[in-house]
């Protein structure tokens, strides 16, 4: 187990239990000599985990609870976004914490796997942002897009061209792009292996196609 691992662990060790653990039943735990087990406790006070020592029966180390958040359940691809999203807002200073917000980001990226952060990350690195669109598309469309691009299959669709005339095309989705009036999404013609821009917005119905 590496120690960024060991470190999750004993933090969550300690958010589940109802009274406090000693360092020797920590080094037991989890097979490390107690020299270690203090280093580690150091570093999660300084990761600013609200860890504090209890004395007397049922004594030890604890979390407090009155202080931390309860766990949540994220799937992978919530996690993925979320780390996306949060990055998108450093670099855009959307807020003025942004110390608070890169340490939180980095919680989350921590929880997903290496497959996970590989495959999802990368991903989302296709995710461009010009703007914030001021046109949306039926959610029917968007969890079709959605799916196909994270999973790698191909979609049909059925769009209205510029001049109004009505198309229809399977492609496979490269990358979003978001601006300021609209969203367009970055295709690959699985006939004919050409390169579109799609407008959202004029998509009207998007299914799951065979490769």
């Known amino acids: ?120 990350l990368a991903v989302l690195e296709e995710l461009e942002y010009l703007g914030v669109p001021a046109l949306g598309a039926a959610a029917p469309v968007r969890h079709a897009v959605e799916e196909a691009w994270f999973t790698r299959r191909p979609v049909r669709l059925r769009y209205r061209r510029a001049d109004g005339t009505a198309g229809e095309r399977t492609v496979k989705v490269t990358g979003v792009t978001m601006e300021r009036h609209a969203t367009w999404i970055r295709c690959v013609d699985t006939g004919t292996a050409e390169r579109r821009r799609l407008r959202l917005d004029r998509i009207d119905a998007a299914t799951g196609a065979e490769d």
């Not at 049922?58 to 359940?73: E, Q, S, V």
């Open 1 to 120: 187990m590496t120690r960024q691992a060991r470190l999750f662990a004993i933090a969550e060790y300690l958010r589940g239990r109802r009274t406090g653990a000693t360092a020797g039943l920590l080094a037991e735990r989890f097979g490390v000599t107690l020299r270690t087990i203090y280093r580690d406790l150091d570093a999660l006070r300084a990761a600013d985990l609200p860890l504090h020592a209890e004395r007397g029966r049922g004594g030890g180390y604890a979390l407090d609870r009155h202080y931390t958040l309860p766990p949540i359940n994220l799937n992978a691809r919530e996690a993925a976004v979320l780390v996306a999203l949060g990055a998108h807002a450093v670099r855009m200073r959307l807020l003025p914490f942004q110390e608070t917000l890169e340490a939180a980001l980095d919680k989350v990226r921590g929880a997903l796997s290496a497959s996970a952060q590989r495959e999802l």
